[in-house]
């Protein structure tokens, strides 16, 4: 099956075979009844598995090219179980330029519970390799990382990782699997904030996670289970929504991305354009090889380089809202400095390039024209 069916039809019933619906049902049950004690048919439990979610984390699996599908309450609880399958003195290697809830998580929760992460650039994947020990047991990668847009050359990072028998974890929320699939690039798990781009319409907040390979399903599962930070059927349904048009919706945020990303690159009042489809990008090459497209995430900075500067074009905005968040119908502005990166310190997010004057845009599937229009009158 190829990737325009599998979001509609991969991992799924035809019809389901109660009634015959060819919508999945959303099953809004907490348990199920058993003819005998444990004779049910699969489901006993909303927490341990619910037909809905089932529906969704198979289609998960299917549009990542994976085997085993996991649906989390938020991206964060999925990326909290993963971390649950270390212990005190193990050792992670992330990339330092990522979604800054992923790096409260690490360093304010899992660094106090021993674990020690080292924060890194990945975008030459050589590097990597000096900071591997005995204890290294994942290394965590986001590319296109958030919102600096560096690619991360995903094939590399695995054959170090499968040499030191490392797990790799990818975070596929910017690309999502419609540009990128990182589990055929070498990656045990892949990680989403579904609440972006599957889910599509900034209506529901979901994280997921895929792998191939059983064992490790079998671990994740036990702690999707034990900690139980499930989501709900009604959502589930919603993703699984989401999904289907999902290839439709990236092509037009692709087609989008590129005509604002340019208009952006020749405006006076812009100083820098941080997107990953320009010759010029500094990882452009590894973009070209391992996407096939360069997505609707565009971050620039101000010619006044000021805070107030970029302040007042993102209150200026019409089309686009000033709102935390991505990869919705909706186009959406956000200043990271002071939204979805202040829990950075300061100086660890400069370090990065994430400066006060720095604009990230989520560009949306609405009419080029208009979005340009806006971006035009908020610069000028
Ligand atoms: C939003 C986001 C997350 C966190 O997901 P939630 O659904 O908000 O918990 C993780 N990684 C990236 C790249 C994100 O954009």
């Known amino acids: 099956m190829k990737f325009n069916t599998k979001t509609i039809h991969g991992g799924q019933h035809n019809v389901d075979p109660a009634y015959g619906s060819v919508m999945p049902p959303i099953y809004q049950t907490s348990t199920y009844s058993q003819t005998t004690p444990g004779g049910h048919k699969g489901f006993e439990y909303s927490r341990s598995a619910n037909p809905t979610r089932t529906a969704l984390e198979n289609s998960l699996a299917s549009i990542e090219n994976g085997k085993f599908g996991l649906a989390f309450g938020s991206g964060l609880a999925a990326i909290d179980a993963?971390?649950?399958?270390?212990?005190?003195?193990?050792?992670?290697?992330?990339?330092?330029?990522?979604?800054?809830?992923?790096?409260?998580?690490?360093?304010?929760?899992?660094?106090?519970?021993?674990?020690?992460?080292?924060?890194?650039?990945?975008?030459d994947a050589e590097k990597i390799e000096e900071y591997i020990t005995d204890k290294t047991k994942l290394i965590w990668v986001e590319t296109p990382t958030n919102p600096m847009m560096n690619i991360i050359d995903i094939e590399a990072v695995s054959k170090l990782a499968k040499k030191h028998k490392v797990l790799l974890a990818v975070d596929n929320t910017f690309a999502t699997p419609y540009l990128q699939q990182p589990l055929d690039l070498g990656a045990d798990i892949v990680m989403h904030s579904a609440t972006k781009y599957l889910g599509g319409h900034s209506d529901v907040v979901m994280g997921s996670l895929v792998v191939k390979d059983k064992d490790l399903a079998d671990k994740l599962y036990f702690v999707q289970n034990a900690s139980g930070a499930v989501c709900g059927p009604q959502d589930s349904f919603l993703v699984l929504r989401g999904i289907k048009t999902l290839h439709i919706r990236?092509?037009?945020?692709?087609?989008?991305?590129?005509?604002?990303?340019?208009?952006?690159?020749?405006?006076?009042?812009?100083?820098?354009?941080?997107?990953?489809?320009?010759?010029?990008?500094?990882?452009?090459?590894?973009?070209?090889?391992?996407?096939?497209?360069?997505?609707?995430?565009?971050?620039?900075?101000?010619?006044?380089?000021?805070?107030?500067?970029?302040?007042?074009?993102?209150?200026?905005?019409?089309?686009?809202?000033?709102?935390?968040?991505?990869?919705?119908?909706?186009?959406?502005?956000?200043?990271?400095?002071?939204?979805?990166?202040?829990?950075?310190?300061?100086?660890?997010?400069?370090?990065?390039?994430?400066?006060?004057s720095l604009i990230?845009?989520?560009?949306?599937?609405?009419?080029?024209?208009?979005?340009?229009?806006?971006?035009?009158?908020?610069?000028?």
Request: aromatic residues 8%.
């Open 250 to 356: 990236m092509q037009r945020h692709c087609e989008n991305g590129e005509k604002v990303a340019r208009f952006l690159k020749d405006h006076p009042k812009v100083d820098k354009v941080y997107w990953p489809g320009f010759e010029d990008h500094p990882n452009h090459d590894i973009a070209k090889k391992q996407m096939s497209g360069y997505g609707g995430m565009i971050s620039f900075t101000t010619a006044e380089n000021t805070l107030e500067s970029a302040v007042k074009v993102v209150e200026k905005l019409k089309v686009f809202t000033l709102a935390e968040s991505l990869g919705g119908v909706e186009s959406l502005a956000g200043h990271p400095a002071s939204m979805t990166h202040a829990s950075i310190p300061k100086e660890e997010r400069e370090k990065t390039g994430v400066v006060d």
């Open 82 to 123: 993963v971390m649950k399958l270390f212990k005190p003195g193990d050792e992670i290697i992330s990339t330092n330029d990522l979604y800054g809830g992923s790096y409260r998580l690490f360093t304010k929760i899992f660094e106090g519970l021993g674990i020690k992460f080292h924060f890194i650039g990945m975008q």
């Open 360 to 380: 990230r845009l989520s560009v949306g599937i609405e009419d080029d024209e208009d979005l340009i229009e806006d971006l035009k009158q908020a610069l000028g």
